[in-house]
Structures are given as structure tokens and as C-alpha cells.
């Protein structure tokens, strides 16, 4: 199309230029600009390339949102008890947040002990139906033979515990002596029973145990799953030393940000 002229101006009719004044025509084809379409064909093309990317990576960005969930949950749970125990040593004038354990109390006495140091918590007693007070067995972090070959739960995670106001559960565990002797099972790598004797039952060893108590929680309760060690359920341990022990699991979750765990279901046939 020319440059407008000094002694006209332009005026389109009908796929027409004309310059006005000079009466000059000029003609040019209004759909000489080709036009660009994707056919059906690469449409479906594109949605289905689309759509096995989204199911390849869709599940993997939700477990990995999970996961972050679940550790700023078990975190803050972490950081509840501690400061529950800290705040009873302050209040109780002790030297040490291990004070809070008396082989003279019993476990419910012990929870309840650690149940008033909570704001906003609530103690769930034996007969308690409420949805978020339930018995719930709490899963190893990877799979154990019970006796039939089965995956068996770790501990049983019973009331009377308490709900803080986030949603953790806590349940602590009193011995009624402290250091202790105890047994438990020889097991191998995998966390198995072995029988090396061959007399076809596990075999046992005696120790002595220095954990005057155990402090259970569960991060996201015990109305939701997992229910599994190295995932939502860790411990510590109040010792004869007078010290807390943070476990393997949950310190990994505090250094690293992990969860290690593997998932299975309680009953599954253990190869």
C-alpha cells in the first residue's frame, strides 16, 4: 500500500484505497494475510502429551506437598513438647526437663502431668468416644514379622493420651523402676526375629534399660495415616541420666527435613 500523499488522505471502500482529491485508486486483497490454525488432529495431539506429563509428575509434586505438611507438623509438635517440659522444670524449680518423671506416678499421671503444661489441649480418658480420641496401632518405620510371618505394629498407641490444640497427640509411658532390666527380641537387619538356636521360638536377650520414660506423639493425631514411625509418630526418652534422648527418626527430621519410612499396612505378608 503506497504512503498517504500531502493532497489526500486515505479512505478504504470496499477493499479500495482511494485518495481523495486526486481521485487515485488503489486496490489491494484484503485476505493476502494468511491465517494460522492447529487442526483437530495436533490439538489432540498436544492434550495428550499434556495430560502424561501431568500424570507422571502431578503425584509426585502432591506426595511432595504431604511430606513438607508432615514436617512442619512433626516439628511443631516437637517444639511443643519441648517447651512443655521446660516449662514444668521452670515452674518446678528442677535443674533438668527430665524431673517431669517420677518412678513413683503412674503413665496416665505422667500424661497428665504433661497435659498441664498444654494450653488449649484435650485429654482424652478411656471412655472417651470423641472422633479424635481413638486406640490406634502405631506402624515401625519399615515392616517386622510378627509370629506368622505378617507385618506386625509397633506399640499401641491407647488412651488416656491428650490432643493438643494443633492436633498432636501425646501419650507418656512411666517405668515403675529406673535403670531396669529388661528383654527383648534378637533381631536382624531387617528388623526380624531370629531364631538362632533353632528351637523354633525368637530368641531373647537381657539388658538393662535406662529410659525412665517414654513421650509418644503422634504430629497429625491419631485420626490420620500414616500412624508410623519415621513419618507422623516419634518418641523421646527421659533417661537415668537425666537427659532427653531425641531418637534417630526424629532428629533426621529436625537436621535433614526428611521422613524415612516405608509404607506397608499392618497384616501384609512380610517375604
Same mark, same amino acid.
Given at each position: 500500500?503506497?504512503?498517504?500523499?500531502?493532497?489526500?488522505?486515505?479512505?478504504?471502500?470496499?477493499?479500495?484505497?482511494?485518495?481523495?482529491?486526486?481521485?487515485?485508486?488503489?486496490?489491494?486483497?484484503?485476505?493476502?494475510?494468511?491465517?494460522?490454525?492447529?487442526?483437530?488432529?495436533?490439538?489432540?495431539?498436544?492434550?495428550?502429551?499434556?495430560?502424561?506429563?501431568?500424570?507422571?509428575?502431578?503425584?509426585?509434586?502432591?506426595?511432595?506437598?504431604?511430606?513438607?505438611?508432615?514436617?512442619?507438623?512433626?516439628?511443631?509438635?516437637?517444639?511443643?513438647?519441648?517447651?512443655?517440659?521446660?516449662?514444668?522444670?521452670?515452674?518446678? =524449680? @528442677?535443674? %533438668?526437663?527430665?524431673?517431669? *518423671?517420677?518412678?513413683? $506416678?503412674?503413665? !496416665? #499421671?505422667?500424661?497428665?502431668?504433661?497435659?498441664?503444661?498444654?494450653?488449649?489441649?484435650?485429654?482424652?480418658?478411656?471412655?472417651?468416644?470423641?472422633? =479424635? @480420641?481413638? %486406640?490406634?496401632?502405631?506402624? *515401625?518405620?519399615?515392616? $517386622?514379622?510378627? !509370629? #506368622?510371618?505378617?507385618?506386625?505394629?509397633?506399640?499401641?498407641?491407647?488412651?488416656?493420651?491428650?490432643?493438643?490444640?494443633?492436633?498432636?497427640?501425646?501419650?507418656?509411658?512411666?517405668?515403675?523402676?529406673?535403670?531396669?532390666?529388661?528383654?527383648?527380641?534378637?533381631?536382624?537387619?531387617?528388623?526380624?526375629?531370629?531364631?538362632?538356636?533353632?528351637?523354633?521360638?525368637?530368641?531373647?536377650?537381657?539388658?538393662?534399660?535406662?529410659?525412665?520414660?517414654?513421650?509418644?506423639?503422634?504430629?497429625?493425631?491419631?485420626?490420620?495415616?500414616?500412624?508410623?514411625?519415621?513419618?507422623?509418630?516419634?518418641?523421646?526418652?527421659?533417661?537415668?541420666?537425666?537427659?532427653?534422648?531425641?531418637?534417630?527418626?526424629?532428629?533426621?527430621?529436625?537436621?535433614?527435613?526428611?521422613?524415612?519410612?516405608?509404607?506397608?499396612?499392618?497384616?501384609?505378608?512380610?517375604?
Amino acid at each position: 500500500m503506497p504512503p498517504p500523499r500531502e493532497d489526500g488522505y486515505i479512505t478504504k471502500v470496499s477493499g479500495e484505497i482511494f485518495y481523495r482529491k486526486t481521485k487515485k485508486c488503489y486496490t489491494f486483497n484484503s485476505y493476502s494475510t494468511k491465517k494460522i490454525a492447529f487442526t483437530l488432529a495436533e490439538v489432540l495431539i498436544t492434550l495428550g502429551i499434556i495430560g502424561v506429563v501431568a500424570a507422571l509428575t502431578i503425584p509426585n509434586l502432591i506426595a511432595d506437598y504431604k511430606e513438607k505438611v508432615l514436617i512442619t507438623q512433626v516439628k511443631k509438635a516437637y517444639s511443643e513438647l519441648d517447651n512443655a517440659l521446660g516449662l514444668y522444670m521452670a515452674k518446678n =524449680e @528442677c535443674t %533438668n526437663k527430665v524431673c517431669i *518423671s517420677d518412678t513413683s $506416678i503412674t503413665s !496416665e #499421671e505422667l500424661t497428665k502431668r504433661l497435659f498441664e503444661q498444654f494450653q488449649g489441649a484435650k485429654f482424652c480418658t478411656t471412655n472417651d468416644k470423641s472422633k =479424635e @480420641c481413638q %486406640n490406634v496401632d502405631m506402624k *515401625s518405620s519399615k515392616p $517386622i514379622k510378627d !509370629e #506368622e510371618g505378617n507385618a506386625a505394629s509397633s506399640i499401641y498407641f491407647a488412651k488416656p493420651y491428650f490432643v493438643s490444640s494443633n492436633g498432636a497427640a501425646f501419650l507418656a509411658r512411666q517405668q515403675p523402676k529406673c535403670p531396669f532390666e529388661a528383654e527383648y527380641y534378637k533381631t536382624d537387619a531387617d528388623g526380624n526375629k531370629v531364631d538362632e538356636d533353632n528351637d523354633g521360638q525368637p530368641d531373647k536377650v537381657t539388658y538393662t534399660n535406662y529410659y525412665c520414660a517414654n513421650i509418644y506423639f503422634d504430629a497429625n493425631g491419631t485420626i490420620k495415616g500414616p500412624n508410623q514411625f519415621g513419618a507422623d509418630v516419634y518418641r523421646i526418652s527421659l533417661t537415668y541420666q537425666e537427659k532427653v534422648k531425641v531418637w534417630d527418626d526424629l532428629q533426621n527430621v529436625l537436621s535433614t527435613q526428611k521422613l524415612q519410612y516405608t509404607p506397608y499396612n499392618i497384616g501384609d505378608p512380610i517375604k
